[in-house]
């Protein structure tokens, strides 16, 4: 059954208090951006002329938000840019199983949009290392 994005949380882990923190007023999440490389192993005697592939290497991708700007948002993904660490992240779903896929990553983009007739928004890239692990569960979770 299809779900909305309605309700989506997207956290961050605090090691501080050992709890995932809400990432207040996120208006849409796209990634992570999946993708894997192929090795071409096609030869000359390749049987029925068809080229030939083996597994290469899996790239996590990015994940980008789009969000409202509010001073603890931003702080907190400020705090992770300038930081050389990984954080974790967590993205709960709000299907009946609590979807959650959690990673950690990289803050590599962090534009701050200052219109002069809309609202203040701040577009987050976050380049995600390693593997995204999906669990249910919710916010129950730990790292």
């Given amino acids: ?63 980008s938000l789009s969000m409202n700007f509010t001073n603890a948002g931003y702080t907190d993904l400020k705090t992770d840019f300038e930081d050389d660490t990984a954080q974790n992240y967590q993205i709960v779903l709000v299907d009946d199983d609590e979807t959650t896929l959690e990673f950690e990553g990289l803050v590599t983009e962090l534009p701050l949009d200052i219109p002069t007739d809309n609202k203040i928004t701040c577009d987050v890239t976050i380049q995600i290392s390693g593997p995204v692990t999906v669990g249910t569960g919710g916010s129950a979770g730990t790292v």
């Fill in 1 to 63: 059954m299809a779900i909305a994005g309605v309700g989506v949380e997207f956290n961050r882990w605090d090691s501080d208090s050992a709890t995932w923190d809400s990432i207040a007023e996120v208006n849409s999440i796209t990634g992570p951006g999946m993708s894997r490389d192929v090795i071409d192993t096609t030869a000359l005697d390749t049987e029925g002329g068809y080229r030939t592939f083996i597994a290469g290497f899996r790239n996590p991708g990015t994940l």
